[in-house]
């Protein structure tokens, strides 16, 4: 007996067989009809439809015999498959490939064979449709062809069959996927009548404070007592705190659905952050007769990494919730560090009422955006639906999370968990700046909106500076042509011509290519900001008007400094390199502080274990880089720049803090006297300027401190992208 060689094709003719998903499957009576078919025409008493798979041949169908598979080693179907016509063998006993064959020499005592193969229509043979018989025969060439056409009508059927399951499938899908399709639009509808309902609430909301304000603004104005005024003020400001807030929802909400909310990682004071929480929380339970209590865990660390003002949004708005609903008893807000390792806190906050509870039906919703517990909860107790939508949402984005139990009439437990690393940065204290005197200044304003002029006019006296106010861009380039002006601060959207346009018509003058401009817009979207500085900007002042912001503007823009003024253009123009407007800034800082003779800028790695010099400019105005100084040789140094953000060491030799460094650091390089400033970006220290005295010692004077801090003001509102890409 001579085995059948297996085909070349074997992987994709098994795939092809197990595509059809025939194998020991029951008999169909339509491929019965055809194997018995074969037999009559063929006459033979024996006829089968065999597939061929790793170890036998299996029979979909069998006509006069009863087995129903045999070993594929033995098989004549095995030889068949191989060809690509009907396979004949006229008398077994004389062919040496089967003479010997179990299956000649026993049951069913083959003579004759003849198989057709099956083959798909991609062309892989995965079986045949063969007679048999215990005499010896020859088919004449009818039988041949009948043979033929009936095994092509096996593959036929199986695919018609695999062509029904696939279509039952895709049926089957179509019939889930509709079913999404009528939920995607049940939940659009409801979502649809839920904004709806938000809208109608939220003009609501809205018009309460503005009736307020408005109201409130006009009795204030007829009451002749400075006591009612007062009050009308103060409710005033009520009022505008809530519309605030809920402006404040709307634009957070749209930013997250967006992608577009910025989590900071900065460090913080948890403890401050919840104390200041607290303190109008406090009055708003009094106002209501409930008590407000608060417990934080001493364990807390003094400084952590994390997001301060998400971090106190999600808190308020849990307690303001509990205190909105809750009419009798009291709220707690407790505050417990859970678990903790070297440099990680995992702390909870716990937010406890007795009020009103949440219903089961509503607990299920409680967390979707325009939903309230009930339609009747906004009239009674206000609020837009999005405050708890926005904090799941926030506290996701800063991998925390946030759970709550309740019952009806009982109360409610909100708890709000995050992970915080700590911080090496053990308690920031700012320096205090100077305000800038731009006595005999003239600032020219652009701004059509009576109350932003009527704030930053009152912003702008304390600085003793000449203000003139104009309605739009149109007003703003004629006085720029027609008197002589030191800073214009432009709005960006007015009337007639806005500030984009106007900021185009000043720079293509010839007088208008100095004077500094700065955009006022309450769009600090990074595009907007990119875009007004294109146009020829020199900063941008955000609204709400920042004190301490402006301050830092006007030191960098003070016309009486024009060596600073003229830094500050030239390190904001896009053409100049990095390494030339750290250049600047070192050359910049050995003119007002001429006891500096070696100067340096300095940016700490993220973790705060290493600071690297960017660059320095020695005594002789040569430029040395890479000196990097570690934490861990030299800690005092680290933990007390931190800490304090100026470190005066008029004797660098003899200070307590940089003793340490007189070996490795000074001495090599001569230094005697060090004054370091530490700058900061948005809140987060970034690095440090660094002076130097060599070869002698100095004492640094209070105009050297403070010209510093006009060098950070520079370095932090022009150099930030440089330098953290740096």
């Known amino acids: 007996m001579i085995k059948a060689q297996i085909p070349e094709d074997e992987e994709s003719r098994l795939k092809a067989l197990y595509e059809y998903e025939i194998l020991d499957t029951k008999t169909e009576k339509v491929f019965d009809d055809l194997t018995q078919l074969a037999s009559d025409i063929c006459e033979a008493p024996i006829s089968l439809i065999s597939l061929i798979d790793p170890q036998r041949q299996w029979f979909k169908s069998k006509y006069g015999i009863d087995v129903d598979y045999t070993n594929r080693d033995i098989a004549f179907c095995s030889h068949a498959i191989l060809q690509d016509h009907v396979f004949e063998i006229q008398n077994a006993l004389l062919d040496e490939r089967f003479y010997d064959n179990p299956l000649v020499t026993d049951n069913p005592n083959i ?50 069959r695999l062509n029904n399951r696939r279509l039952t499938a895709a049926l089957e899908r179509q019939k889930i996927h509709n079913k999404k399709l009528e939920e995607l639009k049940k939940e659009a509808d409801t979502a649809n009548t839920l904004k709806g309902r938000f809208l109608a609430n939220m003009s609501h909301e809205l018009r309460t404070p503005l009736h307020g304000i408005l109201n409130l603004a006009e009795l204030g104005l007829t009451e002749t007592s400075n006591i009612e ?30 992608g577009k909310l910025n989590i900071e990682n900065i460090d913080f004071s948890l403890t401050e952050t919840i104390n200041n929480v607290i303190a109008p929380l406090i009055k708003q339970a009094s106002n209501k007769n409930i008590i407000f209590i608060s417990s934080i865990d001493k364990k807390i660390a003094t400084a952590l990494k994390g997001d301060p003002v998400r971090i106190a949004q999600i808190l308020n708005n849990l307690c303001s919730n509990a205190i909105k609903f809750t009419t009798q008893g009291r709220v707690e807000l407790n505050v417990t560090v859970q678990s903790c390792s070297l440099n990680t806190q995992h702390i909870v906050f716990e937010v406890i009422d007795t009020g009103i509870g949440i219903s089961k039906a509503a607990q299920r919703k409680l967390f979707q955006e325009f939903h309230q ?20 949402k926030l506290s996701e984005l800063m991998n925390g999370k946030i759970n709550f139990s309740s019952k009806e009439a009982e109360g409610s437990i909100f708890t709000y968990q995050q992970s915080f690393e700590t ?90 290519k100095l004077t500094p401009i700065i955009a006022m817009t309450a769009n600090t979207m990074k595009e907007d900001i990119e875009h007004y500085l294109d146009i020829g900007m020199d900063g941008y002042l955000t609204k709400p008007f920042n004190k301490e912001y402006l301050n830092s503007l ?42 500096a003779n070696r100067v340096s800028l300095w940016l700490f790695n993220h973790d705060f274990t290493a600071i690297n010099s960017l660059i320095c400019l020695d005594e002789n105005d040569k430029i040395i880089n890479g000196s990097v100084l570690k934490t861990e040789d030299f800690p005092a140094y680290f933990n007390y720049i931190l800490d304090n953000k100026v470190l005066d060491a008029s004797d660098a030799r003899n200070h307590e803090i940089t003793k340490d460094f007189t070996k490795v650091y000074f001495e090599p ?22 002076c130097e005295r060599v070869s002698s010692k100095v004492s640094w004077s209070h105009a050297d401190k403070q010209s510093l801090i006009k060098i950070a003001d520079v370095t932090t509102l022009f150099l930030s992208k440089q330098l953290k890409s740096s």
């Not at 517990?373 to 799941?392: F, Q, V």
């Open 554 to 595: 006007l030191n960098v823009y003070n016309p009486k400094n024009t060596n600073l003024t003229n830094l500050a253009a030239k390190i904001s123009n896009p053409n100049i390199t990095s390494e030339d407007k750290l250049k600047q800034i070192c050359t910049e800082l050995k003119k007002l502080i001429p006891h």
């Open 423 to 512: 911080s090496v940065v053990g308690g920031l204290v700012k320096q205090e700046k100077e305000i800038t005197d731009l006595q005999g200044c003239t600032i020219l304003i652009a701004e059509d909106n009576q109350v932003n002029q009527l704030v930053i006019s009152k912003m702008l006296q304390v600085h003793n500076v000449r203000v003139v106010l104009t309605k739009n861009g149109k007003e703003c380039v004629n006085y720029f042509n027609a008197h002589s002006v030191d800073l214009v601060f432009m709005d960006i959207q007015m009337p007639v011509m806005d500030g984009v346009q106007a900021t185009k018509i000043i720079r293509s003058q010839q007088n208008g």
């Open 229 to 258: 005024k007062d009050k009308a003020l103060k409710s005033i400001l009520t009022s505008a705190d809530m519309l605030s807030n809920i402006v404040n929802d709307i634009l957070d909400f749209s930013k997250i659905e967006a």
């Open 373 to 392: 517990a009930d339609s009747s909860t906004s009239r009674k107790y206000g609020g837009t639906g999005l405050g708890l939508s926005i904090c799941t």
């Open 669 to 690: 390089s001569n230094i005697y006297s060090l004054l370091d400033y530490i700058y900061f970006i948005n809140n987060k220290p970034l690095g440090v300027i660094c």
């Open 111 to 160: 003579r004759f064979y003849a198989g057709t193969p099956l083959i798909t229509p991609d062309g892989s043979t995965i079986g045949t449709l063969c007679v048999i018989s215990d005499k010896q025969k020859k088919l004449t060439q009818r039988q041949i062809n009948a043979l033929t056409i009936l095994g092509k009508e096996v593959i036929a059927q199986l695919e018609l």
